[in-house]
Nanobody, 125 residues
Framework: QVQLVESGGGLVQAGGSLRLSCAAS????????MGWFRQAPGKERELVAV????????YYADSVKGRFTISRDNAKNTVYLQMNSLKPEDTAVYYC??????????????????WGQGTQVTVSS
């Protein structure tokens, strides 16, 4: 497993942008599929984006497609989530997570075995 620490959350007005970062410890970061999830109050944790080991395959939930971009820098052991054109419905705690499975096997919560503590994103209308 890897240890994950998110940063970059905060309060932003609708239409604004935020960039989340997730720093990972451990020398095997580049072997993990990485994902960003979010959980709003009273709702289940949902997948937002996934990126494969090398960064050349990505997946986005329909609700964020075209607005969010996931990327990773294996030299820095960091994964990012650039969030543009934010909407009030994007308000949630955002979690980064690491999956030891391949990209194609990393689309569900249970596929991930390492989680960060979460960072709050609040979008005001």
């Amino acid at each position: 497993q890897v240890q994950l620490v998110e940063s970059g959350g905060g309060l932003v007005q609708a239409g604004g942008s935020l960039r989340l970062s997730c720093a990972a410890s451990g020398r095997t970061f580049s072997s993990y599929t990485m994902g960003w999830f979010r959980q709003a109050p009273g709702k289940e944790r949902e997948l937002v984006a996934v990126i494969n080991w090398t960064g050349d395959k990505t997946y986005y939930a329909d609700s964020v497609k075209g607005r969010f971009t996931i990327s990773r820098d294996n030299a820095k052991n960091t994964v990012y989530l650039q969030m543009n054109s934010l909407k009030p419905e994007d308000t949630a705690v955002y979690y980064c997570a690491a999956s030891p499975r391949t990209y194609s096997g990393s689309f569900y919560v249970n596929d991930y075995n390492s989680w960060g503590q979460g960072t709050q994103v609040t979008v005001s209308s």
